[in-house]
């Protein structure tokens, strides 16, 4: 593909560039063109003379910190990657602070950073890998908090009609690791994102897993009775380095699998011959059922089909031990063996949670599933 640097000033242009080390999976994947934007002004420059016609122009995917995404060998698109800094306090008061992140911050340091600042309600949602800008996409959840829970809006870019938006949470349309932005993928390009944070102290969430014990620990240690916000995000953080693989040590890309939500009448069914079954229960007599212990109770934790295997310690999560050179068919073999087996024991299909990339830049769901 031929360019031309001026179509997006300062931007990094590359063609032909190796993004086996840009996502966390560790796939082997090589892309036409990949444009990393530090500015939006880049992003208007680049569209400005970008066409649609794909005798002139590869299709677009935007790609963001790599962590929740599944790569094909061969990209042939241009890789749009949002890696605007920044981070800006626009309003405070007694109870709260409002503020705006730019999309190539690292989500794991903004946890850190908020809560160091004690701006909470992010803490629940520590050690969750990827960038800001990705965040509402997946509508990031963990221990009982979701994204939506603290976003006010975010700007995005309208790829189709070249256009800036301001969208609040509720154009978000957020559901449960689901958003606009994943359902019409490669529409938008999110810059910037929109927090309202509160700051009170004795506010904290812990009742979910082991965090209340391990809060208490850390609340000990700091000679308080009461938890506090950052002895929850120590805790949480305490929780997932003993239970999630690093990616920079073990690629994978977090929770593969959905906890899937059933209707009442099966989660009783089960719960009759299965009486430890996780379940939380849900709206419109539906109960969520977590998703590692179904594949753990099958016997399927530390299983798969080499090379891609589940973690021994978490079975929610795939890591590829063949790194750099597995690919997604390698993932699509495991995954699919998974969902089969699952389903035979308990009626239950499980949906993959990280995004499939196309060759050609767009994303399917369904057809890659069984």
């Not at 999976?25 to 400005?48: G, K, P, W, Y």
């Not at 698109?77 to 405070?92: E, K, S």
């Not at 800001?132 to 603290?150: C, H, K, M, R």
């Not at 927090?195 to 004795?202: E, P, Q, V």
Request: proline letters at 5%; one cysteine or more; charged letters at 15%.
């Amino acid at each position: 593909m031929t360019t031309d640097l001026h179509h997006a000033p300062n931007a990094q242009y590359d063609c032909l560039h190796d993004l086996s080390y840009a996502n966390t999976m560790a796939l082997a994947c090589i892309a036409d063109t990949v444009v990393t934007l530090t500015s939006e002004a880049q992003l208007d420059h680049f569209m400005a003379s970008y066409t649609d016609d794909s005798e002139l122009n590869s299709s677009l995917f935007v790609l963001s910190g790599g962590s929740n995404v599944l790569l094909p060998t061969q990209l042939q698109a241009t890789v749009l990657r949002p890696h605007m800094r920044g981070i800006i306090l626009i309003d405070q008061t007694q109870d709260h602070v409002d503020i705006e992140v730019m999309a190539g911050e690292n989500w794991h340091d903004l946890v850190i950073h908020t809560v160091n600042q004690g701006w909470y309600g992010l803490e629940n949602l520590a050690l969750i890998p990827g960038l800001t800008g990705a965040a509402p996409v997946q509508n990031i959840g963990a221990y009982g908090v979701q994204l939506e829970d603290s976003l006010q809006y975010v700007r995005a870019y309208h790829l189709p009609t070249k256009t800036w938006h301001h969208l609040t949470a509720t154009d978000c349309k957020f559901g449960y690791r689901d958003s606009v932005f994943k359902r019409t993928p490669n529409t938008w390009l999110i810059s910037r994102v929109g927090f309202r944070l509160h700051t009170d102290a004795t506010k904290v969430l812990a009742s979910y897993g082991d965090v209340q014990t391990v809060a208490q620990h850390y609340a000990k240690l700091q000679g308080r009775g009461q938890l506090t916000p950052v002895d929850v995000m120590h805790a949480i953080i305490d929780i997932r380095q003993q239970k999630l693989p690093n990616p920079a040590q073990l690629p994978n890309c977090g929770s593969f699998f959905q906890n899937p939500i059933i209707n009442l009448s099966l989660f009783t069914s089960l719960q009759s011959i299965y009486p430890n079954i996780i379940g939380y229960p849900m709206p419109d007599a539906t109960v969520k059922v977590a998703a590692g212990w179904l594949i753990e109770q099958a016997g399927l934790k530390g299983g798969g089909i080499e090379p891609i295997i589940t973690h021994k310690k978490q079975a929610l999560v795939l890591t590829n031990h063949s790194p750099y050179q597995a690919t997604q068919a390698d993932v699509l073999a495991a995954q699919n063996h998974i969902i089969n087996y699952i389903y035979e024991k308990f009626a239950i299909t499980l949906a993959r949670e990280p995004v499939w990339v196309n060759a050609d830049g767009t994303v399917g769901y369904g057809e890659h599933e069984v």
